[in-house]
């Protein structure tokens, strides 16, 4: 349980009334919430004795991307997992292959000093995960990234994977030739 906090004496709080603005108050009443994420606090003013209700919950810093053109937004699995899954569309790769690269992923932004990663890095740990897993969603994945302007471009990568197997490529394929 979490208890009563120890701001001052037991079972007293410094938080200021919302009737007469005093900022001293007891804890009357301490309880969990049912999701187990924040705790509901019944309070009295030692001032004007009226109870009020305060709420604590742990602040969260949020997982940021920093996008190409140098925008930020939240950090979203789903949204990462939805363009492997498409990618990957009718391809022998399982659902929790993806989700463990978009672990990978994730931690990465977690690990990271500002809770934050560039895209580009994201997009190359996805790419490089793809190409070692199943060459056709890299294929997929990459024309929609690297935005091929043409079919140069595709056929250039295409050309590129095909070298790199002769060569031997140290990444297996996860479906054999037919």
Known sequence: MWGIPSSGEAGFGQMKCPYCGFVKDRV?????????????????????????TSYERIDEIPYMVIKKDGGREKFDRGKILNGLLKACEKRPVGLTQLEKIVDQVELRVQESPEHELDSVTIGKILLSELRRLDKVAYLRFASVYLEFEDVTEFMREINDLFEKKQQGESTPDVHKER
Not at 34 to 51: E, K, M, T, V, Y
């Open 28 to 52: 009357v009443d301490s309880r969990e919430s049912r999701d187990g994420d924040s705790i509901r606090r019944r309070r009295q003013c030692l001032s004007c004795s009226r109870r009020f």
